[in-house]
């Protein structure tokens, strides 16, 4: 865990905060709320909406030609958020994303990344190794599946639109969101019917 911001760190903020508000750019106001937003983002916003397009065809539609969209008509606020783009799995195709230099993640959706998201060992080994890091996690798809590796970056953050279980017929969007993890919106594991 990394430790808390030093007295310096915290002046340094403040100023560059002063200057936002002084030159208009943003109010004291718009910042407290950002941060409320972001401190009430989980992995349960994702779920939702993966339960939401499964269950919703027009709403499948919006999520994957405009996440960010889609995100909003869910209540979410993606104010100042890089644009979100969801890559949808099929049975001939599974999605793992991973950001390549440092941790970047929906964070509006899912919350902040867990610790193993941001190390430098799943980052190298995702992408030079996928299918080790997938069985590793207990996923393990068949050869004949394509497999592709998506780097989220600063400018654009993705998430994934994961298969929706056999035996989850008829269930409702609360019961169907709750079998999608945050594992499985960035692809390291498949939603199951329990």
Same mark, same amino acid.
């Given at each position: ?12 903020? $403040? ?5 936002? /508000? ?13 941060? %409320?937003? /972001? ?16 269950? $919703?065809?027009? +709403? ?13 008509? @869910? ?36 919350? +902040?990344?867990?610790?193993? +998201?941001?190390?430098? %060992? +799943?980052?190298?080994?995702?992408? *030079? ?14 050869? /004949? ?11 654009? *953050?993705? @998430? ?20 999608? /993890? ?13």
């Amino acid at each position: 865990m990394a430790a808390p911001p030093g007295p310096g760190s915290i002046a340094l903020l $403040d100023r560059f905060v002063a200057a936002l /508000t002084a030159k208009g750019v943003v109010t004291e106001q718009e910042i407290v709320d950002q941060i %409320a937003r /972001t401190d009430r983002a989980s992995p349960e916003t994702g779920a939702r909406m993966v339960a939401r397009a499964w269950t $919703d065809p027009e +709403y499948r539609a919006l999520l994957l030609s405009d996440g960010s969209r889609a995100a909003e008509a @869910m209540g979410v606020s993606m104010a100042g958020a890089p644009p979100l783009g969801v890559l949808e799995d099929t049975e001939a195709l599974h999605h793992l994303v991973v950001c390549t230099l440092c941790s970047c993640y929906p964070r509006a959706v899912l919350g +902040y990344p867990p610790h193993w +998201y941001k190390s430098a %060992a +799943y980052r190298a080994r995702a992408v *030079r190794d996928p299918r080790g890091v997938l069985a590793e996690w207990g996923t393990v798809l068949p050869d /004949t599946m394509e497999l592709r590796v998506v780097d989220s970056t600063a400018d654009y *953050r993705w @998430m994934v639109l994961p298969m929706r279980p056999a035996g989850t017929e008829g269930w409702d969007a609360a019961r169907l969101a709750s079998i999608v /993890t945050r594992d499985a919106l960035v692809g390291v594991t498949l939603p199951h019917a329990a």
